[in-house]
């Protein structure tokens, strides 16, 4: 279905984001259960939206842009997959923190 689009843009507030893997082995070595990898919720800005107006009429920006680590919530967002990929599309709102 997606086969003859190259890209995709989010709409208003919306964010794209790809989940970062978790780690197999912690820094000492020592090898981490799967459990590990359902506790990981950082993920990376793939495509921002343009911003949405608020109940004033101001239109406001979105906070995040494409790059940036981010910490996500434990559930929510939307999964679908593109080229092979999988994403998850949240609300800015949704959004915990940006990671530096």
């Known amino acids: 279905m997606f086969s003859q689009f190259r890209k995709f843009t989010p709409l208003l507030n919306r964010v794209v984001i790809k989940r970062l893997d978790a780690p197999k082995k912690s820094a000492g070595g020592i090898?981490?259960?799967?459990s590990a990898e359902r506790d990981l919720q950082v993920g990376e800005v793939v495509s921002a939206g343009p911003g949405t107006h608020d109940d004033y009429g101001n239109f406001q920006e979105i906070g995040v842009k494409a790059g940036?680590?981010?910490?996500?919530?434990a559930y929510g967002g939307q999964a679908f997959e593109?080229?092979?990929?999988?994403?998850t599309i949240y609300k800015d709102s949704e959004i915990l923190a940006v990671l530096e």
Not at 31 to 34: A, D, F, K
Not at 68 to 73: D, F, S
Request: aromatic letters at 12%; proline letters at 12%.
């Open 82 to 87: 593109f080229q092979d990929q999988k994403y």
């Open 68 to 73: 940036q680590k981010v910490l996500l919530p």
């Open 31 to 34: 090898l981490l259960p799967e």
